[in-house]
């Protein structure tokens, strides 16, 4: 199954991704991710990003771009989700192209309608562990022992494009750059609209019943 995660920051897309790949054994890609682990090791793409990332805006396409296509040839037998990417119409299109190419189009793109008052809490609460992405939250996804990963038990952070000043911009930039790509995918029939204010758990049950009614899941053998 390929799947493509859309919405705005804070709509789940990362915490639902992380339990898709583990069931489903999909390979997540997830440009955020990727993009903080580049600027953490300083690497040169971590450089060229980390300002536009600081300021809540969009990291140059060309650079994203490269970075998700040198990964799609070692999805092809396992499927994948796609978590923050694409973003623009300029990246679906790239997107589009190496899936033909590999002969492995997109089955779905989920939109995760989520409220602002969602959003808000959520983000405000996200606290991280970078060497494992993995996403916590001070209510409603704790780690065992305060401040500490379960996985790794090293500490954990808030982001820096967390601060509230920061969050307005992703999202202005997620209107004005982003959303219109759901028009683009609702053109070619793969946009299924879902309800990201759902518990974690209870939007997993809805999307397992959705991909069997798409007969999509179990994949067929
Ligand atoms: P990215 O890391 O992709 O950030 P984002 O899209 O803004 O999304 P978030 O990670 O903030 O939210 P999410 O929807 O994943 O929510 P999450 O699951 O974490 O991108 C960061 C930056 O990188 C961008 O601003 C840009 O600069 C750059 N970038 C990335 N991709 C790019 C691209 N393609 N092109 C150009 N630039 C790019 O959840 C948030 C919190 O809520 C967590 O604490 C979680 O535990 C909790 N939570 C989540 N879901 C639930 C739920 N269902 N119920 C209860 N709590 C929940």
Not at 3 to 9: A, H
Not at 207 to 221: I, K
Request: aromatic share 6%; proline share 7%.
């Amino acid at each position: 199954m390929r799947l493509v995660l859309l919405g705005p920051p804070g709509a789940g897309k990362g915490s639902q991704a992380e339990v898709l790949s583990e069931r489903l054994q999909l390979v997540r890609i997830a440009t955020g991710d990727l993009l903080r682990e580049a600027v953490r090791t300083k690497t040169p793409l971590g450089v060229q990003a980390e300002t536009s990332m600081q300021r809540g805006e969009l990291v140059p396409d060309t650079l994203v771009t490269a970075m998700v296509l040198e990964r799609l040839p070692s999805t092809v037998d396992r499927g994948f989700v796609l978590d923050g990417f694409p973003r623009t119409e300029g990246q679906a299109v790239e997107l589009d192209a190496a899936l033909a190419r590999l002969g492995t189009p997109l089955d779905l793109i989920l939109d995760f309608e989520t409220s602002p008052a969602m959003i808000q809490w959520r983000l405000a609460g996200r606290w991280i562990c970078r060497p494992c992405s993995i996403n916590y939250h001070v209510t409603n996804r704790p780690p065992a022992r305060p401040g500490l990963c379960d996985r790794c038990h090293g500490p954990l952070e808030q982001r820096a494009d967390d601060r509230p000043e920061t969050i307005a911009q992703r999202l202005r930039v997620y209107q004005t750059q982003t959303a219109p790509l759901l028009g683009y995918y609702r053109r070619r029939g793969l946009l299924r609209a879902v309800n990201g204010d759902l518990a974690v758990e209870t939007l997993y049950q809805e999307l397992v019943a959705l991909f069997r009614g798409e007969r999509l899941w179990p994949a067929a053998t």
